[in-house]
């Protein structure tokens, strides 16, 4: 009876331990499926968001325009720092939203698709809106700043430092409201995981690729100090297409932020929506329809930034004529 009781106890353990390691199969394929989940959430994500990070891109590198060589690395540490404190602020307030509030994610999409779109078109009106000598004022100040030893740029950065700050912050909020909008619907723990990865993702690589950006023409001027003929001409090039390139960056983010802002709007008013994409289905029944089927709705939502950028920039000018008016009177 003894032998008998043992081989049934050790039966159960049998059985028990077999229960156990099918429910450790089930829950690995279960974190396996959650994983892959999060990956794809991420991934998507990250290609709504390129826009806005294009854009960051653009604005962060211009911000150490005019900055010292050894200052720049220090400068764009510290923004980086101020975007990781940006982020710790945003992501847990996205997450309080999309929990208690989550009829607020599209109102917040919808401002923050409205800001891009505002601050594009005032991009493209800046030389109308700004008198020349204000940005000759701007260059020369940091020129004699600069050439002055007895300047403290560590003071002098502060203003700078703090404006790109508050840039990010702005830019990091459209990041994380257009991640919040992907994932609303998601379980919780997907949206932490997807949120931080985003937030950490957009954080390193923005201010890894502004510090290679800004690092550039020292490149150049190191390779063209090189005996090698190669060398020399690698840093003259390097040199050349270092100004090109914030150009670049620049209207590529000018028309990331229509094409993104305008088709955060267009999904925010159904009717709207629904009209880019008739309009983008019947594009593609012409020649060459694929392609015409991907262009026509993302210029329509360009259109549609546009519009609503120069809607949004109107009634701002107005508001602060208004304000000088009243404060003059």
């Known amino acids: 009876m003894a032998g008998a009781s043992l081989l049934t106890l050790l039966d159960d353990i049998a059985a028990v331990l077999d229960d156990v390691a099918l429910m450790t199969k ?20 990250a290609q709504k968001t390129a826009g806005v990070l294009g854009d960051d891109l653009a604005l962060n590198a211009q911000q150490v325009s005019g900055v010292r060589a050894e200052r720049e690395l220090p400068v764009v540490w510290a923004v980086c720092k101020g975007s990781f404190v940006n982020k710790l602020i945003l992501v847990p307030a996205a997450l309080l939203i999309g929990h208690f509030a ?18 594009g078109f005032e991009k493209l009106a800046h030389k109308f809106l700004h008198a020349p000598h204000e940005d000759a004022a701007q260059h020369e100040s940091h020129a004699l700043a600069n050439a002055n030893p007895a300047v403290d740029l560590v003071t002098f950065e502060k203003d700078k430092i703090k ?7 702005i830019l990091s909020a459209e990041i994380i409201a257009i991640t919040l909008g992907t994932v609303a619907t998601a379980p ?6 997807v949120l931080a990865g985003i937030a950490l993702i957009m954080t390193v690589g923005v201010y890894g690729l502004v510090a290679g950006i800004v690092k550039l023409d020292d490149l150049g001027v190191w390779l063209n100090n090189k005996t090698s003929s190669v060398a020399r001409a690698m840093g003259s090039g390097i040199l050349r297409a270092a100004p090109w390139l914030m150009k ?6 000018t028309a990331a932020m229509f094409l993104v802002g305008g088709g955060i709007l267009v999904h925010g008013v159904p009717v709207v929506h629904h009209a880019v994409e008739a309009a983008g289905a019947a594009a593609a029944t012409w020649p060459v329809g694929p392609l015409w089927g991907v262009l026509v709705p993302n210029l329509l939502n360009a259109v549609v930034g546009v519009v609503a950028g120069g809607l949004v920039l109107a009634a701002v000018t107005l508001v602060q004529r208004l304000r000088r008016k009243s404060i003059t009177a």
């Open 102 to 119: 989550p009829w607020a994610v599209t109102p917040l999409l919808m401002v923050g698709g409205a800001f891009l779109c505002f601050e």
């Open 163 to 169: 404006g790109a700050v508050r840039t990010d912050f």
């Open 26 to 45: 089930v829950a690995a394929k279960k974190s396996a499926a959650m994983a892959d989940d999060v990956s794809v959430m991420t991934k998507v994500a």
């Open 248 to 253: 670049g960056l620049s209207v590529a983010g």
């Open 188 to 193: 919780f723990g997907q949206q932490v995981a």
